[in-house]
């Protein structure tokens, strides 16, 4: 079976510093790895996808995300955020082998400070 | 390109009530899903369609909840009789066969009972 841990609830910080959102992942299969934002009352958008090749993936807004084999981990990081940031981010997986049935984290809620 | 449409946005029932939503894919995307979303939780498959066909409902509460989808296109859930735990955002996706490109939430529908 798949699971995703997002090992942060709740992430406050101020405007223009760094942020990581963590995220670990079990699995007897190999997987694919997401990270999605969703903004209130608005469905689920893609920020980034590791489906192969390079481990570092960078995706919009400024976003990207490290995939660890070793540590079963994809954490997403940017550089400098931006009150628009402010949001709950979603990590989730797939089987690489069949479904693309989405197994996600509980999430992290974002809040950017001015 | 127009994306995945969901209606009502909203809806509020007494529990015990009946309660039906609606889904129109991508155009040509084969594959529909739809997820439930609790608050605080990420969101949890409940059933998955190929065409008109059923791949995946293990996780769907069979004894309320109904799902169709008659032509391969749009589908429809429905939950009957609504109970208060039954409270969520229920997103709907669609996607190309076995292909993660253009995997696309809709916005939801958020159901309260009470």
């Known amino acids: 079976a798949q699971s995703v841990t997002q090992l942060d609830s709740q992430v406050p910080v101020f405007e223009e510093a760094p942020v990581e959102l963590r995220c670990n992942y079990s699995s007897s299969v190999s997987v694919y790895l997401f990270w999605y934002v969703q903004y209130p009352n608005q469905g689920l958008q893609l920020l980034l996808k590791?489906?192969?090749?390079?481990?570092l993936v960078k995706g919009i807004n400024g976003f990207e995300a490290e995939f660890n084999k070793s540590q079963t981990s994809f954490h997403l990081r940017k550089p400098s955020v931006h009150i628009s940031d402010t949001a709950e981010y979603f990590c989730a997986v797939t089987k690489t082998n069949t479904g693309n049935q989405f197994y996600f984290g509980t999430g992290t809620s974002l809040t950017v400070i001015p | 390109e127009a994306g995945v449409a969901q209606s009502p946005r909203y809806k509020i029932i007494e529990k015990r009530q009946s309660v039906a939503f609606w889904c129109n894919p991508i155009s040509g995307h084969a594959t529909l899903y739809w997820y439930q979303q609790i608050l605080g939780q990420g969101p949890k498959l409940l059933i998955q369609f190929q065409n008109n066909g059923v791949v995946d409902d293990s996780q769907l509460p069979k004894d309320r909840f109904s799902a169709e989808r008659l032509k391969g296109v749009d589908s429809t859930l429905k939950i009957q009789p609504a109970k208060l735990e039954d409270s969520a955002v229920y997103l709907c996706a669609s996607s190309e066969i076995r292909s993660l490109r253009a995997y696309t939430f809709g916005s939801g529908t958020r159901l309260t009972v009470v």
């Open positions: 590791y489906l192969s090749g390079s481990t």
